[in-house]
Nanobody, 124 residues
Framework: VQLQASGGGLVQTGGSLRLACAAS????????MGWFRQAPGAEREFVAT????????YYADSVTGRFTISRDRAKNTVYLQMNSLKPEDTAVYYC??????????????????WGQGTLVTVSS
């Protein structure tokens, strides 16, 4: 399975962006698809994930109320709508796919397939 992320860019504080990640190949066993991000000099961190079957989302505390994850199962695509962006949201955003969860869905080792990353820059 290959993941192709798109939608990053430069935006001012308070602005919005929508990321998309399309999965190609054999993806019938998808259980979760999520987004992680990595800021310069920082470790990769969880942003949001969604149960592919039920659509139930999970968010990091830092983005709750500002970001919305959604999916289109027919298109094998997951989206991340980011509103009220802050400079601290600046990072490379990666989408990821899981075929099974051990423990918490926010743990990155649950995700075997990763996209190439898309850069989001929020200017102050």
């Amino acid at each position: 399975v290959q993941l192709q992320a798109s939608g990053g860019g430069l935006v001012q504080t308070g602005g919005s962006l929508r990321l998309a990640c399309a999965a190609s190949g054999r993806s019938s066993n998808t259980r979760f698809m999520g987004w992680f991000r990595q800021a310069p000099g920082a470790e990769r961190e969880f942003v949001a994930t969604i149960n592919w079957s039920s659509g139930l989302p999970y968010y990091a505390d830092s983005v709750t109320g500002r970001f919305t994850i959604s999916r289109d199962r027919a298109k094998n695509t997951v989206y991340l709508q980011m509103n009220s962006l802050k400079p601290e949201d600046t990072a490379v955003y990666y989408c990821a796919r899981s075929t099974g969860i051990v423990g918490l869905a926010r743990i990155s080792t649950n995700y075997a397939s990763w996209g190439q990353g898309t850069l989001v820059t929020v200017s102050s």
